[in-house]
T-cell receptor
Framework: DSGVTQTPKHLITATGQRVTLRCSPR?????VYWYQQSLDQGLQFLIQ???????AKGNILERFSAQQFPDLHSELNLSSLELGDSALYFC?????????????FGAGSRLTVL | TQLLEQSPQFLSIQEGENLTVYCNSS?????LQWYRQEPGEGPVLLVT?????EVKKLKRLTFQFGDARKDSSLHITAAQTGDTGLYLC???????????FGTGTRLLVSP
């Protein structure tokens, strides 16, 4: 157990629908990163939050949005889903101090869009 | 956009063989990391290299950061079946605001 919790683990939905993926970072970590991993591809950076504020944006579609709440958990919202959105979505949190350059990943949420 | 290309994409070897995975970019990174990912799990950090020319060893794994901080390599000596997995390099700049991952190398070590 990495300490980063992602729910749900698996999600099957239809095109056009909207889903929310949830991430709880490790205790004490203020930064949350979201990544998308499609089949046979590397991880694509989507977005980063630090203590509730957006800090960096990657290749995140306009149909996707995220936020980090005061309790530091984060949610990734995916709307108007398309077949191509089927992927593993990973959340990672980053520590502070000596752990500031370490990303700890959750086990991921596997999204299947039919 | 910073891109990290890894080679080879796939590698299938026998237990006991040596192998090298390469990670190349046209961009300079302040630090470079290597992760290993197993099926059904998130990537797990293996090492961070921050100085050009730096070499780090973790048991049978040797990591090198290029002098110009644009490339890196991972060498595994006497591979074991437990080394099987997806190896990912990742680069970041000062502030660690965006960790960019490489294309990945899928390694299969057979007994």
């Amino acid at each position: 157990d990495s300490g980063v919790t992602q729910t749900p683990k698996h999600l099957i939905t239809a095109t056009g629908q909207r889903v929310t993926l949830r991430c709880s970072p490790r205790s004490g970590d203020l930064s949350v990163y979201w990544y998308q991993q499609s089949l046979d591809q590397g991880l694509q950076f989507l977005i980063q939050y630090y203590n509730g504020e957006e800090r960096a944006k990657g290749n995140i579609l306009e149909r996707f949005s995220a936020q980090q709440f005061p309790d530091l958990h984060s949610e990734l919202n995916l709307s108007s889903l398309e077949l191509g959105d089927s992927a593993l979505y990973f959340c990672a949190s980053r520590g502070t101090g000596s752990g500031a350059n370490v990303l700890t990943f959750g086990a991921g949420s596997r999204l299947t869009v039919l | 956009t910073q891109l990290l290309e890894q080679s080879p994409q796939f590698l299938s070897i026998q237990e006991g063989e040596n192998l090298t995975v390469y990670c190349n970019s046209s961009s300079v990174f302040s630090s470079l990391q290597w992760y290993r990912q197993e099926p059904g799990e998130g990537p797990v950090l293996l090492v961070t290299v921050v100085t050009g020319g730096e070499v780090k060893k973790l048991k049978r794994l040797t990591f090198q950061f290029g002098d110009a901080r644009k490339d890196s390599s991972l060498h595994i000596t006497a591979a074991q079946t437990g080394d099987t997995g997806l190896y990912l390099c990742a680069g970041t700049n000062t502030g660690f605001q965006k960790l960019v991952f490489g294309t990945g190398t899928r390694l299969l070590v057979s007994p």
